[in-house]
């Protein structure tokens, strides 16, 4: 389980990448990633390809940095998502709060 962030070339988009297990494990390290949003950053993508567990700490998690980002960034995707992390998202209605792909 790790995670890791990365920077577009132009500060534009953010990129944290989960490897392994989303869950309570990673509150530290996960809120430290998003932590310095540039001013340029207008996108976070939460790159889940290689995630094969998230738990309800890993929900409350996206939530708060929802809350934390507010209206710093235009918007939030949670992208490549495997389709029992994409069931899970959407069951808790996460669709309606983050861009899901």
């Known amino acids: ?6 920077a577009s070339a132009d500060g534009k988009i953010l990129t944290i990448q989960i490897r392994g297990k ?3 494990n990673l509150v530290q ?3 430290q990633a998003y932590a310095e ?7 976070v993508v939460v790159d889940l390809r290689e995630t094969d567990y ?3 700490s890993a929900l409350g998690m996206l939530l708060n940095m ?4 507010g209206t ?14 994409k069931k899970i998202l959407q069951i808790s209605r996460f669709d309606k709060k983050f861009d899901i792909d």
Do not use: A, G, W, Y
Request: with cysteine; charged share 25%.
């Open 54 to 56: 998230m738990d309800s």
């Open 72 to 85: 710093s960034v235009s918007s939030i995707h949670i992208s490549n998502c495997r389709p029992q992390l």
């Open 1 to 6: 389980m790790s995670l890791s962030k990365n």
């Open 29 to 31: 390290s996960f809120r």
């Open 22 to 24: 989303f869950d309570f």
């Open 66 to 69: 929802k809350k934390t980002l």
């Open 37 to 43: 949003v540039s001013d340029q950053t207008e996108k």
